[in-house]
């Protein structure tokens, strides 16, 4: 059996890397709406969650959730299988220059339209294909059929790739029309591509695809 040293600790770094974003994103978020300035705590945090729930159930509860099933419950088995999942952040730089190039007005730039259309088939790769390929070389490994595989697995195994899964579709869902509206723009010749302010802060680029125009700064 074959164990990564690395496995666990991205593990522990990913986990604690979770809560400091969410942190980062609630401040930009309050930062960004001038009228939260003087509600209280409890009113800034529920509009914050309301205002991307698919978001915030992806980073207040995957950690307590898989972090102690691959540090702890699985003994060191399925590094393959990890490290599959782990690939999911491939998509990750490409979200944060689309972030980036916004930040400095860059919309109508040619390297923001050739990372926008990198970006929808290396997220599709890397966050949706990755399970049926997770199912595909598991049944290789046990010599059945693809469509055997969720049969021959724990119900949880299922049940915890089919949330991920849709968590990512809705995201692929988001992009794409995010970008069908951009290219509608700009085959249509409209000039106003360039959002007229800047993102408050850096750490939160990959909101820009799942909040509306009202949620930036005036």
């Known amino acids: 059996m074959y164990i990564h040293w690395l496995t666990n600790p991205y593990t522990w ?32 945090i529920l509009s914050f969650i309301r205002n991307d729930i698919a978001m915030m159930l992806h980073h207040i509860l995957f950690p307590p959730i898989f972090f102690p099933l691959i540090v702890h419950y699985r003994n060191n088995k399925g590094d393959f299988f990890v490290g599959c999942f782990y690939m999911i952040e491939v998509c990750i730089p490409f979200l944060s220059l689309r972030g980036l190039l916004t930040q400095l007005n860059m919309k109508n730039s040619r390297l923001y339209l050739i990372n926008g259309l990198t970006l929808i088939p290396v997220f599709f790769i890397s966050r949706i294909l990755v399970f049926p390929f997770l199912y595909w070389r598991y049944g290789l490994q046990r010599n059945v059929n693809l469509w055997q595989v969720p049969h021959l697995i724990p119900i949880k195994c299922n049940i915890g790739c089919l949330l991920i899964l849709s968590l990512q579709v809705y995201w692929l869902f988001k992009i794409i029309l995010k970008a069908h509206g951009y290219f509608s723009q700009l085959l249509k010749g409209d000039s106003s591509l360039q959002y007229n302010s800047i993102e408050p802060n850096g750490f939160v680029c990959k909101m820009a695809f799942s909040r509306d125009d009202t949620n930036k700064l005036a």
């Open 13 to 44: 770094f990913n986990g604690l890397y979770f809560y400091y974003d969410t942190w980062a994103m609630y401040k930009a978020f309050r930062l960004s709406k001038n009228g939260l300035q003087c509600k209280s705590t409890y009113h800034t």
